[in-house]
């Protein structure tokens, strides 16, 4: 991720309690800190240089370099810290869903939609827009 020329920082992590369970999850910082990309698009770029099980299947937005918790011995955190850490993080598509024109909240049945397919994934999926791909979930 770091040889895209707008990630200035990047974290990725395995996430789950199992193999079963067991997902890629990254966080990057961008430079400039505006600068708005889609997961899938991210992924996509990434698919071109990496094997599949590389890419990860959720990228959340760093606020900044400091915020990367470290480890007393100077590592940064795996497993369930790492996971809390992502889940407290807006997804690197809350900026576009924001600047999109035709952002609007979710419906009522996309919010069951959306609650299904959380249920389903075991994902915390936070910022979903009605423009998002499940697929690419």
């Known amino acids: 991720m770091l040889e895209h020329p707008n990630i200035k920082l990047a974290w990725c992590a395995a996430i789950g309690s199992n193999d079963q369970e067991m997902r890629l999850e990254a ?8 600068f708005v ?17 590389m890419v990860p299947v959720a990228v ?3 606020p900044n370099a400091s ?3 470290v480890t007393p011995s100077g590592k940064r955190p795996g497993g369930a810290g790492a996971a809390n850490f992502f889940a407290s993080l807006p997804s690197i ?11 609007a ?3 009522e049945l996309q919010t069951s ?8 994934l075991q994902m915390p ?5 009605p423009t998002t791909s499940f697929f690419d979930l």
């Open 113 to 120: 939609v959306a609650d299904a397919w959380r249920e389903v």
């Open 105 to 107: 909240d979710l419906s």
């Open 93 to 103: 598509d809350a900026l576009r869903a924001h600047a999109e024109e035709d952002y």
């Open 60 to 62: 959340y937005r760093l």
């Open 27 to 34: 966080c990057v910082l961008t430079e400039p800190s505006s």
């Open 67 to 69: 915020a990367v918790p």
């Open 125 to 129: 999926l936070p910022d979903l827009a």
């Open 37 to 53: 990309i889609s997961t899938y698009t991210l992924r996509d770029w990434m698919q071109l240089r990496l094997p599949a099980y």
